[in-house]
C-alpha cells in the first residue's frame, strides 16, 4: 500500500507492544516516505531510506520508495541490515516486526515470515518476501534500486 505522497512521517496507533508497527520504545511512527528523486548524485540506483543511528533505535523502518514501486521494511538483526518487501504475498497485508522473533507478521492473517530469509513460518508456500541489497554510505542505509 503507497503512503500520500509527502516527505512528513505518518501518524499511526500507539504502540502497544515490542511488536507494534516496527516501534522500538520510542512513541514515534515507525512509517517514512522517500521519494525517488531522492537518489544520490553520481551513484545511480541508490537511494537512502534512514539513517543508521535511526534504525539502532527502531530496529524495523517501514517506508516507501518509488523507484522500486514498492513498501519495504529495514531491519536491524543482530547489527546486519536486511531490507525486504514488507507487502505480504498472502493478499498484500501490512506487516509488523516481531523483534523477540526476528519475523515479520502479516496484520491481516497472521502470516508469519523470517526476517532474514524471507521464508514463510507458519505455513509452506512456493515463495519468499523480495529481498533488496542496500548499502550503507556515511551512516545513511541506501536501498539498491536496479
Not at 518487501?85 to 508469519?112: I, M, Q, Y
Request: charged letters at 25%; a negative charge; aromatic letters at 8%.
Amino acid at each position: 500500500m503507497k503512503p500520500p505522497a509527502s516527505n512528513v512521517n505518518q501518524t499511526g496507533s500507539a504502540a502497544t507492544s515490542q511488536t507494534e508497527d516496527c516501534l522500538r520504545n520510542s512513541g514515534e511512527p515507525a512509517h517514512a516516505t522517500v521519494d525517488a528523486a531522492s537518489e544520490i548524485v553520481g551513484v545511480p540506483g541508490l537511494f537512502p531510506i534512514v539513517s543508521m543511528e535511526e534504525l539502532q533505535r527502531r530496529h524495523c523502518v517501514i517506508t516507501w520508495i518509488d523507484a522500486l514501486g514498492d513498501e519495504i521494511a529495514v531491519i536491524l538483526i543482530k547489527g546486519k541490515v536486511i531490507v525486504r518487501s514488507s507487502v505480504c504475498p498472502h493478499f498484500g497485508g501490512e506487516f509488523r516486526f516481531n523483534d523477540r522473533s526476528a519475523t515479520l507478521e502479516c496484520k491481516w492473517h497472521g502470516w508469519k515470515f523470517d526476517a532474514e530469509t524471507g521464508e514463510c513460518r507458519n505455513y509452506r508456500i512456493g515463495t519468499k518476501l523480495r529481498a533488496y541489497e542496500s548499502q550503507v554510505i556515511d551512516g545513511i542505509i541506501f536501498a539498491k534500486c536496479g
